[in-house]
């Protein structure tokens, strides 16, 4: 297996929220931003994560394209959800990511979440955009002049 098969979005989401668990379980160090809203603040950004990444998956399965972060995409998905993002799969791992750490009461992990996008741009959307632009030249010049990166 390579390393690029594993090398997934879904992983890096795994070990950044295991973190997360880790920093509240085993040094708190007694803070903590438990509460009902931080409980009601956690479900919706998990489930705005969720909800984003369906959205995504039935897109980009409506124009037959592929959902793996290394392969070269077969067409560019500009509509539904792709309108207002053009990273609405990553941007949900990063909603997820923030509803957990909530969900942990993980306060000393808060900095994960910048440093967790930072990795998905580095990793995954800079090099997906470059193949985008070399397959699809004007048209994706066009989507990044009209549709941002994250929100």
Known sequence: MTLRKIDLPPLWLLGFAALAWMQSRFLSLGLSLEGPISGLLSGLLIGAGLLLMLLAVTEMRRHQTTLWPHENAQSLVQTGIFKRTRNPIYLGDVLILAGLILRFDAVLALPLVPIFV????????????????????????RYQGKTRRWV
């Open 118 to 141: 930072w990795l998905l741009e580095r990793r995954f959307v800079i090099p997906e955009e470059n193949r985008l632009r070399r397959t699809f030249r004007a048209d994706f010049a």
